[in-house]
């Protein structure tokens, strides 16, 4: 990968890309303001005007106007004949509904915090320590449960591509047993087992995220064939003979024992021939092109004092290091990468 291939690199847009960045927060900045405002619930509730908008949030209508049309630029909002409605994705991820995977309200809990991160970037250079108190990110903590609803976007094109890769989109796969390792919402591993209908999913995580695996799995249509094992994935005891063991979005934020650790563990719970896969945001191995990936690193350091992005060099040794043979690397659109590897 060089950054010529990166839509969002110099390599592409030139000079441009001082003043893109420069205003790369406007897109988060909106999406921002309308979560505090409400706007996707208000919008909901049948108030589809720009007028009972304004109302509704006792609001500068011209201002409402820009709002809600770029959120229909963003694609979270859709307008016919000046009346806006919800789009799938908006309707989905960010109303307050049972059927919705995440609300507008995980969104202003994570916003709150990644905006502080964004802002103390040069004290965290200075200081090397975490902007956001680590105790927020600490076992069990709550915060937890609104930050994995809000990633289970990131999950989408990795639980696709996955299925492709290790053969869940035909008739092939029959009764896979599936561990998903610091499974958050739990969204990759209930995506397979949607894929193969006699498949099981033990799914791991702290206590308190299970219960939003615990939901997400009964959206899914998966939950009689999911089981929790609740706890510190580095130290529970996992069992063994699965057929796949998932990694997903947790070897960023630990240390290196940590990385070997899990990675281990992982190999003793698979079956001879068995997979895991793991999905993270992988830079490339020079470090010079992966624009959103390198930057990620500096988000996860904003939340923990251990971690960062790694390439996949790095994750190949440590898989080699674990006894993982037949490693690969697969690229998929978006942010993260899938990484497969088998045990012998
Ligand atoms: C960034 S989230 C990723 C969740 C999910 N795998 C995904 O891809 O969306 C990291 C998850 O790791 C969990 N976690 C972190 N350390 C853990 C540990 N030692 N044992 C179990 N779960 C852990 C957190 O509770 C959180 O759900």
């Known amino acids: 990968m060089t950054n010529k291939d990166n839509p969002t690199s110099a390599g592409v847009l030139g000079p441009e890309l001082i003043v893109r960045t420069i205003r790369g927060s406007l897109h988060s900045g909106i999406l921002k303001a309308a979560v505090s405002l409400d706007l996707f619930n208000i919008v909901s509730r049948g108030v589809d005007d720009v007028d009972g908008v304004t109302e509704a949030i006792s609001g500068d209508q011209r201002i409402v106007r820009m709002l809600l049309d770029a959120l229909c630029g963003f694609g979270l909002l859709a307008k016919l004949d000046g009346r806006y409605s919800l789009t799938p994705f908006s309707r989905s991820f960010l109303v307050d509904d049972p059927e919705a995977f995440a609300s507008s309200a995980d969104y202003r809990e994570v916003f709150a915090v990644q905006w502080q991160a964004f802002g103390g970037m040069d004290q965290l250079a200075r200081t090397g320590r975490p902007v956001i108190d680590p105790r927020k990110f600490g076992a069990e903590a709550s915060y937890w449960e609104a930050l994995v609803r809000y990633l289970i976007p990131f999950a989408v094109a990795p639980a696709e591509a996955a299925a492709r890769l290790l053969g869940f989109d035909g008739k092939a796969r029959r009764g896979t047993r599936i561990l998903d390792l610091a499974c958050g919402s739990g969204y990759l591993g209930y995506r397979l087992a949607q894929l ?65 650790r899990l990675l281990g563990r992982a190999h003793s719970a698979l079956k001879p021939g068995g997979a895991v896969l793991i999905n993270d945001p992988i830079a490339d191995d020079a470090r010079v092109a992966a624009t959103d990936q390198l930057a990620f690193a500096l988000l996860i350091a904003g939340f923990h004092e251990e971690g960062g992005t790694y390439t996949f060099v790095e994750c190949r040794e440590w898989l080699a290091g674990a006894g993982f043979v037949n490693v690969k690397y697969h690229p998929v659109p978006g942010e993260s990468s899938l990484v497969t590897a088998r045990k012998a």
């Open 196 to 260: 193969d209908p006699e498949a099981a999913v033990v799914s791991n995580d702290w206590e308190n995220v299970l219960k939003v695996s615990r939901s997400v799995a009964t959206k899914m249509g998966v939950a009689d064939r999911v089981s929790y094992l609740p706890g510190d994935s580095l130290s529970l005891g996992l069992g063994s003979g699965y057929d796949l063991v998932i990694v997903s979005r947790v070897l960023t934020t630990m240390d290196l024992e940590g990385k070997n």
